[in-house]
């Protein structure tokens, strides 16, 4: 059974950095795209930063030059790296991975709060 574990949320003042990690397991498919998505408290969930099995990325607007998305395929596990994090960064965070042949998968979100 596929899962997806993530760690590393936290509450941080702003101007700080936190470091995501999400690990996926129980599946011998490999995962092109691994993701991070938000969602806010009364908010849809929005993508945050995406990367492609070859390194691609993409980011959303609001992120772009703060954050950086990076995987190791080895061990299908992805990161993003937050800096200068920003009280509207605050929501859960969730992992998901698009596995080829299988679907997609989420994990179970991690908290992340930014105080002013």
């Known amino acids: 059974q596929v899962q997806l574990v993530e760690s590393g949320g936290g509450l941080v003042q702003a101007g700080g950095s936190l470091r995501l990690s999400c690990a996926a397991s129980?599946?011998?498919?490999?995962?092109?795209?691994m993701g991070w998505y938000r969602q806010a408290p009364a908010k849809q969930r929005e993508l945050v930063a995406q990367?492609?099995?070859?390194?691609?990325?993409n980011y959303a607007d609001s992120v772009l030059g703060r954050f950086t998305i990076s995987r190791d395929n080895a061990k299908n596990t992805v990161y993003l790296q937050m800096n200068n994090l920003k009280p509207e960064d605050t929501a859960v965070y969730y992992c998901k991975a698009n596995i080829v042949a299988v679907g997609y998968y989420w994990g179970q979100g991690t908290q992340v709060t930014v105080s002013s």
């Open positions: 129980g599946t011998s498919f490999s995962i092109n795209v």
């Open positions: 990367i492609t099995s070859g390194g691609s990325t």
